[in-house]
């Protein structure tokens, strides 16, 4: 009988000495650290079909990019589903804001989110609905998607697909 009070109370012990593991959300890992964006990259499908793969970093193959002055910047995705686009050093013109503020809401049990507000750093547009196709504690891949009316045949879209890959620094 001793013996197995003994056993009962060593099995007892070691379960309540196993160490816990908590797991962060993606939504967790958003809000801790800045993220920069360091690869911006694109194509256009167009009612003819054709495509082409634009770098809206180095401008390559688009008249569309991300500023210079703006590419030294970085993302704090902050509470309440509200962030800032914090200047990195290198201002577009001598009174801009040390940083501008942006709103953003995850979507989709941890899938991808939306950012709102920052149309300069998005080739014009919100991020609706963005996916992530990677995502780590150091690294993600955000895809996102638009329509836009065809330049040369007013009655039909093109549709943009948009990919950028944000690094923690």
């Not at 589903?81 to 990195?88: M, P, R, V």
Request: charged content about 15%; aromatic content about 14%.
């Amino acid at each position: 009988m001793k013996y197995i009070i003994l056993s009962l109370s060593f099995i007892i012990l070691l379960v309540s000495c196993q160490k816990t593991t908590t797991t962060q959300n993606r939504e967790d890992m958003l809000r801790t650290g800045r993220w920069k964006i360091t690869a911006a990259q694109g194509y256009a499908l167009t009612p003819t079909g054709k495509s082409l793969i634009a770098d809206f970093l180095t401008g390559a193959n688009t008249t569309v990019t991300i500023p210079g002055c703006n590419q030294d910047d970085y993302f704090i995705f902050g509470p309440d589903y509200s962030g800032t686009l914090a200047d990195g050093g290198t201002k577009c013109t001598p009174g801009d804001p040390d940083g501008i503020q942006f709103t953003w809401a995850p979507f989709g049990a941890d899938a991808g989110i939306s950012i709102y507000g920052l149309p300069a750093i998005f080739i014009g547009q919100n991020v609706n609905n963005g996916k992530f196709s990677y995502f780590s504690d150091s690294k993600f891949i955000l895809n996102f998607s638009f329509m836009q009316q065809d330049p040369i045949d007013y009655t039909k879209n093109d549709t943009f697909y948009i990919t950028y890959t944000f690094n923690r620094i």
